[in-house]
């Protein structure tokens, strides 16, 4: 079945940086578009990274443009979250997400948290940015 681990999470001072790491296993036909996510508590779950690794097209949340980066590796079956100078505002738990998507428009939040609430998220990893 499909399973994602997501790791890396951790406690860092304002301006900081973390790198999240997501393994994905169980899927049958692979994946082409991945993404992050993350939830505050009380707050809706939000999409902040995601990747069409098919032609390596790449969207952010406003609120990281400039400090994420989003990579996947195929190979290792896995996709990272390379974040930068990090704010308070970061902390949340962080989840990855993974489906193969067809046509690439299809490679959105709601094609991947549709996908996700149906296969069960990972545990998530937390990260917390102190000021």
């Known amino acids: 079945q499909v399973q994602l681990v997501e790791s890396g999470g951790g406690s860092v001072q304002a301006g900081g940086s973390l790198r999240l790491s997501c393994v994905f296993s169980?899927?049958?036909?692979?994946?082409?578009?991945m993404g992050w996510f993350r939830q505050a508590p009380g707050k809706e779950r939000e999409g902040v990274a995601r990747?069409?690794?098919?032609?390596?097209?790449?969207y952010y949340a406003d609120s990281v443009k400039g400090r994420f980066t989003i990579s996947p590796d195929n190979a290792k079956k896995s996709v990272y979250l390379q974040m930068n100078s990090l704010k308070p505002e970061d902390t949340a738990m962080y989840y990855c997400?993974?489906?193969?998507?067809?046509?690439?428009?299809?490679?959105?939040?709601?094609?991947?948290?549709?996908?996700?609430?149906?296969?069960?998220w990972g545990q998530g990893t937390q990260v917390t940015v102190s000021s």
């Open positions: 997400a993974a489906v193969l998507a067809s046509p690439p428009r299809a490679c959105n939040s709601a094609t991947l948290t549709t996908f996700m609430n149906d296969k069960g």
């Open positions: 169980g899927y049958t036909y692979g994946v082409n578009c």
């Open positions: 990747i069409y690794s098919s032609s390596g097209s790449t």
